[in-house]
């Protein structure tokens, strides 16, 4: 997602620095005019630094790490950091804390809106922090998307992400196996989505009945994309199951779904496989 992102960006006018550690990638952004980096301490000049990568462990590298933006930072304004990643809560925190003697400001903005929603500028946005920080950011998050939200403090927009990403989860898998059985036996995508987006049955997979395909040939691309995206997944639902342990409360469902993505390998790519390829009617 981070490519689409920083080409919204850049199309916005903004004077670009892409840090990756690909250098394919910087070949691809070098060859578009922004200027390249593998090292994050060069992006402390910046006025805002957006951070997604995949792990809490990689966001301390990025911030806090040999070579990190902490370790980058000169005379000037220090940066604002936006976290677009989707990591835990204490993580967050732990970032704010360890950088606030050096004045960088931290904000969560994790998002929501896959590929697709990069691509296309339809992302839906999630804040957490300092009012002012985050509408000095608010500009550039309106090139990636137009739904956004401050949800509260620091820390306060990963919550709400981890929320959300347990019901899309759950969501893209159980449609997934119901779209299968819907075309073994005779009905098309377009239909079922059609009736599902107007019956008790509807979620996002439903809500764009001609999508239904292109969304999961878009995660399924090849073996290799789908087990990155897996691995991801059980990510974050390994978040919610971590939120649901430390409260009060039974969360049965959580806890059990979290249990089963750990099992869950090629009869799903499979299904997915078979969504992607279908040749659909409206």
Avoid at 144 to 166: E, W
Wanted: charge should be negative; aromatic fraction near 4%; charged fraction near 20%.
């Amino acid at each position: 997602m981070g490519a689409p992102m920083a080409r919204r960006i850049q199309a916005g006018g903004y004077k670009l620095t892409v840090c990756d550690k690909n250098e394919a990638v910087l070949t691809r952004f070098a060859q578009l005019g922004a200027r390249v980096t593998s090292n994050a301490a060069e992006c402390a000049s910046s006025e805002v630094v957006i951070i997604l990568v995949a792990t809490g462990h990689q966001l301390r590298e990025v911030v806090l790490g040999p070579g990190g933006l902490q370790s980058g930072l000169a005379d000037g304004s220090p940066p604002v950091i936006a976290v677009m990643s989707t990591v835990s809560i204490a993580t967050i925190l732990e970032i704010q804390d360890s950088v606030s003697q050096s004045g960088i400001r931290v904000i969560d903005a994790p998002i929501s809106g896959g590929v697709v929603g990069a691509e296309n500028g339809t992302l839906t946005v999630m804040m957490g922090g300092e009012t002012a920080d985050i509408e000095f950011v608010r500009p550039v998050f309106m090139r990636l998307g137009g739904q956004l939200f401050h949800c509260g403090r620091a820390g306060s927009a990963q919550l709400m992400k981890i929320i959300n990403n347990i019901i899309c989860i759950a969501n893209i898998f159980i449609s997934g196996e119901a779209y299968r059985l819907a075309l073994e036996h005779g009905l098309t995508l377009a239909q079922t989505a059609r009736v599902l987006d107007v019956s008790t049955g509807r979620n996002f997979v439903s809500a764009d009945r001609a999508g239904v395909s292109s969304l999961y040939a878009a995660i399924t691309p090849d073996r290799a994309r789908f087990d990155s995206l897996m691995s991801i997944l059980r990510k974050d639902a390994g978040l919610a199951s971590g939120l649901a342990s430390s409260t009060d409360g039974a969360y049965p469902t959580i806890q059990g779904f979290t249990s089963l993505l750990d099992s869950l390998g090629d009869e799903t790519f499979e299904n997915w496989r078979r969504l992607s390829e279908a040749r659909d009617v409206s």
